[in-house]
């Protein structure tokens, strides 16, 4: 075989592979293959020298033109791929237009927060400041300036958690009334919202973990009916005009007198919202406020019985579950 009919073989060789390369990526290793710094045709020309010098110009003419026709033919099939694959390609991403759309599933706010979000709306709407609270508590907002007596139950520590000897896990959001008297006097409208934490038995209606919303005004000539009022007020916007509030009498260390708020479920069955009263005078007169000047009330309702009531649920332990086939029903 002559050098001349070396060219026509790797030509023909190689228009023979190019044609049945079915990729992109076979056709760049035939390209390296043949016409590389290394590739057989590229060598064919370093070899031009081996040759007598008549023959030289036409063997290296014939090594660039059979050079070109395999980089055409690389070329057009290249051409050819690349119109099969995007075709392919756009099958494989097509889109049916006749199936139904797919929903996305859009996050929202949990129900308690929800529910959170509404009554600060309702008592920001009646004139009160909502301010925040520590969950760590000292001990002395907690109990102390709240006219607790030391032998009252809640002191014991099987009622509440302690972190240390001054410091617990608020047992109540009403905490919060000593530290807003300290720096602000009156007239005030002061609302909290936040975690409280007993050492309570778990049931459908008692956690050891829950949300309440603690109020209190204080101001000159201000009566028990001023409380009525409000807390009527409140009801009627967070569960319907046509709500039946019950009030009857309690016992709450810090004010006097007190009741309870209950509210009307239907069928002659009532559920506890809270605590209320007058604000005793001594933790009026604990804060630096004249007792004789001024009155007060406060109040402190569990959240998380609100929405229970709201939409009819039984158990408030689901709440805290994290079911999201529960949770996204609201």
Not at 113 to 128: D, P, Q, S
Request: proline share 5%; hydrophobic share 35%; net charge negative.
């Amino acid at each position: 075989m002559t050098e001349f009919d070396s060219i026509t073989a790797l030509e023909s060789e190689a228009a023979s592979r190019i044609a049945a390369a079915g990729s992109s990526k076979e056709l760049d290793d035939l390209e390296v293959e043949y016409l590389g710094r290394k590739g057989k045709l590229t060598q064919l020309l370093r070899s031009i020298g081996d040759l007598p010098p008549e023959q030289r110009p036409l063997f290296g003419s014939r090594v660039n033109q059979a050079k070109s026709a395999v980089e055409a033919r690389i070329d057009e099939r290249r051409r050819r791929i690349a119109s099969d694959e995007a075709r392919e390609r756009l099958k494989a991403e097509a889109l049916d237009v006749t199936l139904p759309g797919r929903f996305y599933k859009v996050g929202r706010p949990h129900v308690l927060l929800e529910t959170m979000a509404e009554i600060k709306r309702i008592f920001v709407g009646l004139g009160y400041q909502v301010v925040e609270s520590p969950e760590i508590e000292d001990y002395k907002y907690n109990f102390e300036a709240l006219n607790y007596p030391e032998e009252h139950p809640a002191m014991d520590e099987q009622m509440s958690f302690y972190i240390t000897d001054r410091y617990l896990l608020r047992t109540q959001t009403t905490a919060v009334q000593k530290r807003v008297m300290e720096r602000q006097k009156p007239p005030l409208r002061i609302c909290t919202l936040g975690k409280c934490y007993r050492y309570e038995a778990v049931d459908a209606t008692h956690s050891h973990t829950f949300h309440q919303v603690d109020c209190f005004a204080v101001d000159e000539h201000i009566t028990f009916a001023d409380l009525k009022g409000t807390l009527v007020q409140f009801c009627h916007m967070m569960f319907g005009p046509d709500t039946q509030v019950r009030f009857r009498p309690d016992f709450f260390p810090f004010v006097e007198p007190g009741a309870e708020i209950a509210i009307s479920t239907g069928g002659g069955r009532w559920l506890e919202l809270g605590g209320a009263g007058m604000i005793h005078p001594n933790v009026l007169e604990g804060c630096g406020i004249d007792s004789e000047k001024y009155t007060g009330f406060a109040f402190g309702l569990g959240i998380d019985r609100m929405p229970m009531i709201k939409h009819g649920i039984d158990d408030l332990r689901l709440f805290m579950e994290g079911d999201l086939r529960f949770l996204r029903q609201f």
